[in-house]
């Protein structure tokens, strides 16, 4: 009875939250709401669409059983779909509708699985054409984007799913979680840090690649080397005579041979001051340089900044880190704020920052 009970509360509690551009977010409402509206109509979940002021993102909660919630995303899916044939839709590129949902960060783990199994294991059995997870959490939020595409029916069954691979954790964590407020091409500028990440992680891959097929190029080069000097080795009359033993001698004798030892005060000083081998605090302060970049409110990038730059000097006293903010550019409502030094410079200097833009935030409620 009260593991009924129980399902019957999660059921009722159950939540999906989607993520959209402010420009497909129009394609979905349609105009005057005729699109929501006949969405809403045909699914027995509940919908919900946030307001787009100045051009911010498209949230869509939906709410409802897992079936319901499955449903209403295989709605949404055959939806886009037909609107793509009609009006472009910004990811109108693929050949397949891409859906991205917001799950809390505490839940990704379950969803990848030891090693990224699951993902691989998906897009096998449910015939998924791209199921990818963000590598990052959206700024200042806890909540990290799963990007699906494919058919109408693979949506419904990931939806499935997730929904059942993360439950019942995920009503816990999305009342207890920091959830992503829509901003002004934030989920362009989450894309844009996406694949800049997978081109360096493709790079540096290729870079270890190439050098691991140099040293093996160059090991067998080697191989090859000693192998012909050996098998062209043939000894002459001089090797021959070279070969044979001579007489023994007294001074042969191991108690007369006289041997060098160097201690190690007196060993040669090309090896004792040998900077090859040597390993100062500036290598181990070099080898463990990090950066991390926050996106702040052009509102308040003036006030983190302070007068002449007094508080953001104060910032860096206090850290030690280098912070930078990049220029203003129209029409954007954030800046970037990068943080360079060692790493517990970096997440002091993250902490005081985080801090100074919560105060900021109270003043001006």
Same mark, same amino acid.
């Given at each position: 009875m009260s593991e009924t009970i129980q399902q019957d509360e999660i059921k009722q509690k159950s939540m999906l939250r989607l993520i959209f551009t402010h420009e497909d977010g129009g394609v979905l409402i349609g105009k005057n709401g005729r699109h929501i509206t006949k969405l809403k109509e045909s699914t027995s979940a509940s919908w919900f669409v946030s307001r787009s002021s100045d051009g911010a993102d498209r949230l869509v909660v939906l709410r409802g059983s897992i079936e319901e919630l499955s449903n209403a995303v295989f709605a949404l899916a055959q939806h886009l779909g037909e609107q793509a044939d009609q009006s472009r839709l910004s990811e109108s590129s693929t050949q397949f509708p891409t859906l991205r949902f917001l799950f809390p960060t505490k839940c990704i783990g379950s969803i990848l699985g030891l090693g990224g199994a699951n993902i691989a294991k998906i897009r096998a059995d449910l015939d998924v054409s791209w199921l990818h997870v963000f590598h990052d959490a959206i700024p200042f939020s806890s909540e990290r984007i799963v990007e699906v595409s494919g058919s109408e029916a693979s949506l419904q069954a990931v939806t499935s799913w997730l929904l059942q691979t993360t439950m019942p954790e995920l009503v816990d964590l999305q009342q207890t979680s920091t959830v992503y407020c829509p901003t002004k091409n934030g989920l362009r500028q989450m894309q844009l840090q996406e694949r800049q990440r997978a081109s360096c992680d493709q790079h540096s891959r290729h870079t $270890?690649? +190439?050098?691991?097929? !140099? /040293?093996?190029? *160059?090991?067998?080069?080697?191989? $090859?080397? +000693?192998?012909?000097? !050996? /098998?062209?080795? *043939?000894p002459t009359a001089v090797h021959r005579d070279a070969d044979r033993k001579r007489p023994r001698r007294s001074s042969d004798n191991s108690s007369t041979r006289s041997t060098k030892h160097h201690s190690p005060s007196t060993r040669p000083e090309r090896y004792v001051h040998s900077p090859r081998h040597s390993y100062t605090d500036s290598n181990r302060h070099v080898s463990s340089e990090q950066q991390e970049k926050l996106v702040v409110p052009d509102s308040i990038a003036g006030r983190l900044i302070?007068?002449?730059?007094?508080?953001?000097?104060?910032?860096?006293?206090?850290?030690?880190?280098?912070?930078?903010?990049?220029?203003?550019?129209?029409?954007?409502?954030d800046r970037v704020v990068t943080v360079s030094g060692r790493p517990s410079q970096v997440s002091s200097a993250c902490k005081l920052i985080r801090d100074s833009i919560r105060s900021f935030e109270d003043l001006e409620t």
């Open positions: $270890s690649s +190439s050098v691991v097929q !140099v /040293d093996k190029e *160059r090991l067998s080069r080697k191989r $090859s080397h +000693s192998s012909l000097e !050996v /098998d062209s080795y *043939r302070g007068r002449s730059g007094n508080h953001l000097s104060s910032l860096k006293e206090r850290s030690g880190a280098q912070i930078e903010l990049s220029p203003r550019v129209p029409n954007m409502q």
